[in-house]
């Protein structure tokens, strides 16, 4: 068997991305037990790291061992009982998950939808809590598939006026877009590196209010092989998933140090090394350097006379979806982008599968190098296909962008 030997690709689809080289180099970091007082110290300063990147004063943040979607599945299970009630605004595929992860956790799912492209407006999703009344709103903040996204900021205080939780999939859109869990009442909050973060998947910071941890507490239950005499059963039912127990991932991390799982070290390097990166540079200034390499590829993509999709009010700074031309292969092109210009981007889904392109400016892909090497390698492969397009308009754009003309 040969060493591994991959291609240099520049991925600037809807993620994953190239991982920031300090992020690389901290998951090279050799192992020590996971009781070692250097291990658990770790533990304890990833938890104040993502406190920090998540805007939030929430005792329980921590990692979920699993990419985003053990995050995400972590926190449903978790809440949601047999027969609750969950209402699942949905503006693309991100949204059709969190209602099967609802559905398989037996809670009775309610659900409204606005045609992708477009997000909800608060009021719609109010009318629905005061007609569902249910336990808890499920909503993603940024959705990859359709590159929107959700303004949350009016939910919390709807949640709170109608005593319904508020849990958001943040995944796609932290650290390239605003997300601030204290100030917008959102009572659980998952998330991935893969993104704007600007690591590998494969870890799943989330954020729980105190609201949220008496929900799931309710539900607590330790192991026969490490219970207690002071350990006391649950008062609700209990989690039907063991990984994914987040009261037993909380006692794990909390002083008692319950053995639940063998904690995945090595992406616990990676999670604390994302955080520092993007805590070091600085939130905001993170923010604007997506805003700045967003703006650039979607002015490079006008520039091109290529159509974005989607309501542009809503766009996430992150990605853009571009409709394919009419007589273009799709397929063809992102084939020569990748085989040809080492450059991979992103098709989508459902109804848009086929339809659209999504490029994406994440993490350490949000510089100028790399949009202006993917939109002139863009250029050539359409100019070959036989698509008409300005020569060298794209990059142009995309520069007076960057030169802060645009």
């Known amino acids: 068997m040969q060493p591994l030997s991959l291609p240099p690709r520049l991925l600037m ?8 080289p300090r992020v690389l180099s901290a998951m090279s970091t050799q192992l020590v037990g996971q009781y070692d007082p250097t291990m658990t110290n770790y533990m304890n300063e990833v938890m104040a ?26 926190a449903l299970v978790s809440c949601l009982e047999p027969g609750d009630k969950v209402l699942i605004p949905i503006f693309g595929r991100f949204g059709h998950l969190l209602a099967e992860i609802a559905e398989r956790a037996d809670a009775e799912v309610h659900t409204i939808e606005v045609p992708w492209g477009e997000v909800f407006d608060p009021q719609q ?27 949350l900021e009016e939910l919390g205080d709807i949640c709170r006026a109608h005593d319904v939780l508020f849990y958001t999939d943040a995944t796609a859109s932290i650290g390239g877009n ?8 959102i009572d659980a909050v998952s998330v991935g590196l893969q993104k704007c973060l600007g690591g590998p998947s494969g870890s799943a910071p989330i954020t729980l209010s105190d609201r949220f941890v008496s929900c799931v507490r309710k539900r607590a239950h330790v192991e026969a092989g490490i219970r207690d005499a002071h350990h006391q059963g649950a008062s609700g039912m209990r989690i039907r ?5 987040l009261p037993m991932i909380m006692d794990y991390w909390g002083e008692e140090r319950l053995n639940h799982h063998t904690e995945a070290a090595t992406m616990l390097f990676g999670s604390r090394e994302c955080a520092i990166q993007l805590l070091t540079e600085g939130q905001d200034a993170v923010i604007e350097r997506h805003k700045l390499a967003g703006n650039a590829m979607l002015q490079g993509v006008l ?10 009010k809503h766009k996430m700074t992150n990605v853009v979806g571009i409709h394919i031309p009419e007589k273009v292969d799709g397929e063809q092109v992102r084939h020569d982008l990748l085989n040809i210009f ?14 659209v392109w999504r490029i994406g400016t994440m993490g350490y892909n949000a510089r100028q190098d790399a949009v202006l090497h993917t939109l002139q390698s863009l250029e050539t492969v359409l100019r070959r296909a036989g698509f008409v397009l300005p020569a060298g308009a794209a990059v142009d754009a995309a520069m007076s962008v960057y030169a802060g003309e645009k």
């Open 125 to 151: 999703i109010e009318d629905a809590i005061k007609k569902v009344q249910p336990k808890l709103l499920a909503i993603v903040q940024g959705d990859t598939s359709t590159t929107m996204f959700q303004p």
């Open 342 to 355: 080492n450059i991979e981007i992103g098709t989508s889904f459902g109804p848009l599968k086929g339809k």
């Open 178 to 185: 605003p997300l601030e869990v204290d100030a917008w009442k």
């Open 241 to 245: 998933s063991n990984y994914f127990d």
């Open 49 to 74: 790291l993502y406190r920090r990147v998540f805007n939030t004063q929430n005792q329980q943040t921590f990692l979920i061992d699993g990419t985003s979607r053990a995050g995400i599945e972590a």
């Open 303 to 312: 520039a091109m006379g290529l159509k974005p999709f989607g309501d542009l």
């Open 13 to 20: 689809g809807p993620g994953p991305i190239n991982c920031y």
